[in-house]
């Protein structure tokens, strides 16, 4: 199976700040990757899939890059809505395999 | 509106067996993927299985953990999914999400879920 670490694994940051989170895959999975949210209380939400491509009604301050094994999740200004956790998943290879999770804290 | 309900879910016994069921609506049930996720207590989202559209034999796919253990069925003509789950064990203790999704640039599936249905496996 395809192992996906992702980091961190928490951090803490303040509004306005840039995020960033990394997902690396243990083997070439193309761009074949989707980034979701889950926020307490709330089923998770895909924003991000194919590496890049921005799910319908996703605010553009979220964006994804990378390819083969090293892929990134960027949010550019971080808003209150936007503290919750975040994984990544890889599509390419059945099984599908989720990252970690990363929590993303208020400072 | 797409809508996705479970149900099935409850305590059982190590080594039971339980069936969840996924209703869904508001699209053509029969052309799409329909996948199970769960998510453990205190941990993180586990892909669990899927099962292909008509179109494509109604084939499935299954993690690891599971396969050998769980089946995942359809019916297109009730819009129903279901995932069978025998062998249970204490760590497949978990809420399950049936989700979908339309398949597109390469991805199928995950843009829609249901609110989830809660399984534990205790003695």
């Known amino acids: 199976d395809i192992q996906m670490t992702q980091s961190p694994a928490a951090m803490s940051a303040s509004v306005g700040d840039r995020v960033t989170i990394t997902c690396r895959a243990s083997?070439?999975?193309?761009?074949?990757l989707a980034w979701f949210q889950r926020k307490p209380g709330k089923v998770p939400k895909r924003l991000i899939y194919?590496?890049?491509r921005l799910q319908s009604g996703v605010p553009s301050r979220f964006s994804g890059s990378g390819s083969g094994t090293e892929f990134t999740l960027t949010i550019s200004s971080l808003q209150p809505e936007d503290f919750a956790t975040y994984y990544c998943?890889?599509?390419?290879?059945?099984?599908?395999?989720f990252g970690g999770g990363t929590e993303v804290e208020i400072k | 509106e797409v809508q996705l309900v479970e149900s099935g879910g409850g305590l059982v016994q190590p080594g039971g067996s339980l069936r969840l069921s996924c209703a869904a609506s508001?699209?053509?049930?029969?052309?799409?993927?329909m996948d199970w996720v769960r998510q453990a207590p205190g941990k993180g989202l586990e892909w669990v299985g899927r099962?292909?559209?008509?179109?494509?034999?109604?084939?499935?796919e299954y993690a690891a953990s599971v396969k050998g253990r769980f089946t995942i069925s359809r019916d297109d003509s009730k819009n129903s999914v279901y995932l069978q789950m025998s062998s249970l064990k204490t760590e497949d203790t978990a809420m399950y999400y049936c989700?979908?999704?339309?398949?597109?640039?390469?991805?199928?599936?995950?843009?829609?879920w249901g609110q989830g249905s809660l399984v534990t496996v205790s003695s």
């Open positions: 989700t979908t999704g339309p398949c597109g640039a390469g991805a199928c599936s995950f843009d829609f």
């Open positions: 194919s590496t890049y």
């Open positions: 099962s292909r559209n008509r179109a494509n034999s109604y084939t499935t």
């Open positions: 998943l890889q599509h390419s290879k059945f099984p599908f395999t």
């Open positions: 083997q070439d999975i193309s761009y074949f």
């Open positions: 508001g699209f053509t049930f029969s052309d799409y993927y």
